[in-house]
């Protein structure tokens, strides 16, 4: 859980804004899945759903506490869990870097 926490604030700290404001993130994981090579036999889909996978939602405040914007991903990557928040983390960043 620790190395999933440092992921997410070391992707957040090299975030550069406007510098009109501050945000705060709360995290949530709301899906946790261990990598599983059963599932290697799944016709089409197999190869990636048996990666390891972790959905999170993120949740943006500014600094009065008002919720500025909501995102939930879900990323399948490798036999590690930390592969998974590695390639979630980056999916967001490459979505808040854009907006």
């Known amino acids: 859980m620790e ?15 406007s510098g009109a404001g501050v ?7 709301y899906e946790f899945q261990k990598f599983s090579a059963g599932k290697a036999w799944i016709p089409f889909a197999g190869g990636h759903q048996m990666q ?8 943006l405040r ?3 506490g008002a919720v500025v914007a909501k995102i939930r991903d879900m990323a399948r990557s490798g036999m590690n869990p930390t592969d ?16």
């Open 23 to 29: 945000l705060t993130a709360d995290i949530c994981i």
């Open 62 to 64: 500014n600094r009065e």
């Open 52 to 59: 390891a996978g972790m959905g999170v939602e993120i949740i």
């Open 84 to 99: 998974a928040a590695d390639e979630s983390a980056s999916n967001i960043r490459k979505h808040l870097e854009k907006h």
């Open 3 to 17: 190395e999933v926490k440092s992921i997410y604030k070391e992707i957040f700290s090299k975030l550069k804004g």
